[in-house]
């Protein structure tokens, strides 16, 4: 399987809920992020790791927790969410960051619905 | 405040026409820009890119012109055809490999 692959597609939890996201790229890319995005709003850049070191983390809530194993493997784990936290949250993959423009690769992300 | 703005969230033409979508953006630190396609239920595909040292980058059907002065870009596809239908974002992206994107125009081309 080539490119960026999410896992759910689809998620509904309650707000005492845990559970993860999980996102795996087969690039050999250098950096994953997360973004979410709500509707009607611009794509929000969450998290950038980047040879497995966190680099950004764009005043995220401590109910989003993420997690990256290694270069291929980047985890979102969800507790405590809101109703406003539904929305869709895309993986995506670079070459590098912070060294020039790589363009992103995204995966077909996981909607979430918090009930 | 929103650096990146794409003030036209949706856009119809014929098949055949040209399609244009516009972005502006306010921060003079962006230095280069992206456009993505997105397609329901798909994530976002990297389509075409210009950096600030140029005012034009065309890649088949594909046109992007920069207006640095103006702090405007635009996509130019031409000829449109149906399955350009999707949502269009613009990047813009500061020399650190920050980026930010605009809330997407959505191009619907009339067969």
């Known amino acids: 399987e080539t490119g960026v692959t999410q896992t759910p597609r689809h998620l509904v939890m309650g707000m005492t809920n845990k559970k993860s996201l999980k996102c795996e790229q087969h690039?050999?890319?250098?950096?994953m992020y997360w973004y979410k995005q709500s509707a009607k709003k611009p794509l929000e850049l969450m998290f950038v790791?980047?040879?497995?070191?966190r680099v950004e983390n764009n005043s995220v809530p401590s109910r989003f927790s993420p997690e990256c194993p290694n270069s291929s493997h980047l985890f979102l784990h969800l507790h405590t969410l809101q109703p406003e936290d539904s929305a869709l949250y895309l993986c995506?993959?670079?070459?590098?960051w912070g060294q020039g423009y790589s363009p992103l690769h995204f995966g077909n992300g996981t909607r979430l619905t918090v009930t | 405040d929103q650096q990146v703005k794409q003030n036209s969230p949706s856009l119809s033409v014929q098949e055949g026409r040209i399609s244009i979508l516009n972005c502006d953006y306010t921060?003079?630190?962006?230095?280069?820009f992206l456009w993505y396609k997105k397609y329901p239920a798909e994530g976002p595909t990297f389509l075409i890119s210009?950096?600030?040292?140029?005012d034009k980058n065309e890649d088949g059907r594909f046109t992007v012109f920069l207006n640095k002065s103006a702090k405007h870009l635009s996509l130019h596809i031409v000829p449109s055809q149906p399955g350009d239908s999707a949502v269009y974002f613009c990047?813009?992206?500061?020399?650190?490999?920050?980026?930010?994107f605009g809330d997407g125009t959505t191009l619907t081309v009339k067969p």
């Open positions: 995506a993959s670079s070459q590098d």
């Open positions: 990047a813009a992206y500061t020399n650190a490999g920050k980026s930010t």
């Open positions: 690039l050999g890319h250098n950096a």
């Open positions: 790791y980047s040879l497995e070191e």
């Open positions: 210009i950096s600030s040292i140029k």
């Open positions: 921060n003079s630190m962006f230095d280069y």
